[in-house]
């Protein structure tokens, strides 16, 4: 059996559900599950939404009733009146009005995790529906019933042997009557709240189904002609692989290559099951395979950007020296506030680390630091991560720009600009 995985991007328009639909008739007999995101740019609407109500501001209703409308005006694109699918996205979005129609009282993560996640609920509905319309028998799936988490919101933690325990009992049936639709980027909790997997999470939810499932392989099907060596937005003359190893692929990711979320690569490794990344708009292109003895190829660097970074500097009160004690706090910290250390730097005197920025949880640790240390830091900047690197490359990254933080090793240049 395989698995896809369809992104935002392929499935942000009628025209991109119509050709969803299309790639998914050329593996007819084939047993198919396929994931999907949330519709074109609906997370970043949604998490936008969730902002609007936990500050309580006054266009909160405006932004929903935009997120609504965008849906509907595809639905009426794809399908006649009267089709039940109106209602099923319609009782959907209820839930949001539920979530929303009291003041806030949760943690800002809680509340982000059952409101963000009824874009890929949404998008899931209309593409089964659609597949269906279009002569492919097709059923939908809650994700959150089978992909068991703990209860991290907006990073839950796959609590794998109850996972593999349902997928393994319901899957393989279901799989024999029609493809499998369902949603990426989401899972569960024992007291059934819905959790998030973090940020293009959907690739994770397609390897831990193909990893319990023995699939064959794992197609993402992407924007992209493939995995390149830098982000085609910003670099011109960018260069595609057609392989790449599983220990190459893990270290992009961890870098912040987003065309894979970084926790997408282990289980497939572990069960030795090849993963493709292939551009939706050019089924039968080769795109890259990325498996465990994928030939690496390096014709250029590898260029890795992170945006909206923070720098910052930790010193101790009374001078002392920055010991193992002060680390072991100093991380209980960055793990109590969930906040992912990009690069770090010890001195004698300070501890220097670059991470993303998300507001409140950096609030929160700003806080929990000011009470023990010291605290500098600079926002707003980028981190430039360079793979395979040779010192010209070096040289044109940082043309005009200040260095803030420089670490580089064998394989690997990271610099922190300004």
């Avoid at 293009?200 to 023995?214: H, K, M, R």
């Avoid at 707003?380 to 990254?397: F, N, V």
């Amino acid at each position: 059996m395989l698995v896809f995985k369809f992104g935002g991007a392929s499935v942000k328009d009628a025209d991109g559900i119509i050709n969803l639909a299309s790639v998914v008739k050329q593996y007819d007999g084939q047993q198919l599950l396929i994931v999907v995101s949330a519709m074109g740019k609906t997370t970043n609407a949604l998490e936008k939404l969730t902002k609007a109500y936990v500050d309580q501001t006054e266009d909160m209703h405006s932004i929903f009733d935009s997120i609504k409308q965008y849906h509907f005006d595809i639905l009426h694109e794809l399908f006649d009146a009267n089709d039940p699918v109106f209602d099923d996205v319609a009782n959907t979005f209820v839930e949001i009005d539920w979530a929303i129609e009291d003041e806030p009282h949760d943690s800002y993560d809680f509340i982000y995790d059952q409101v963000v996640s009824i874009g890929e609920l949404v998008s899931t509905r209309i593409v089964s529906a659609y597949l269906n319309k279009a002569g492919i028998k097709s059923q939908w799936l809650d994700v959150r019933g089978y992909i068991h988490t703990d209860n991290s919101y907006r990073e839950g933690i796959v609590q794998w042997d109850k996972t593999r325990a349902s997928i393994s009992k319901d899957i393989p049936a279901m799989l024999q009557k029609g493809v499998v639709v369902t949603q990426g980027f989401l899972g569960g909790t024992s007291e059934n709240f819905t959790t998030t997997l973090g940020r293009e999470g959907s690739d994770y939810t397609a390897s831990i189904f193909a990893s319990c499932l023995g699939a064959e392989s794992v197609t993402t099907w992407k924007d992209v002609p493939g995995i390149l060596n830098a982000d085609p937005k910003y670099f011109a003359d960018t260069v595609k692989f057609d392989e790449l190893s599983y220990t190459e692929a893990i270290e992009m990711t961890y870098y912040g290559a987003s065309v894979i979320h970084p926790k997408t690569i282990k289980p497939l490794q572990n069960a030795k099951i090849p993963l493709l990344v292939k551009p939706f708009t050019h089924p039968d292109a080769p795109g890259t395979v990325i498996k465990e003895d994928g030939f690496n190829k390096f014709e250029k660097p590898v260029i890795i950007l992170k945006q909206n970074q923070v720098l910052l500097s930790i010193s101790p009160i009374d001078y002392s020296f920055i010991s193992e004690d002060h680390l072991s706090g100093i991380f209980g910290l960055f793990a109590q506030n969930q906040v992912k250390v990009n690069v770090m730097q010890t001195s004698a005197l300070s501890f220097t680390v670059c991470f993303d920025f998300y507001e409140e949880r950096f609030e929160k640790l700003l806080r929990n630091l000011k009470q023990e240390f010291k605290v500098k830091y600079n926002s707003g900047l980028t981190l430039i991560t360079t793979r395979h690197y040779d010192e010209d490359s070096l040289k044109e990254l940082t043309a005009g720009k200040t260095i803030l933080l420089e670490q580089i090793s064998r394989n690997t240049a990271q610099m922190v600009v300004r």
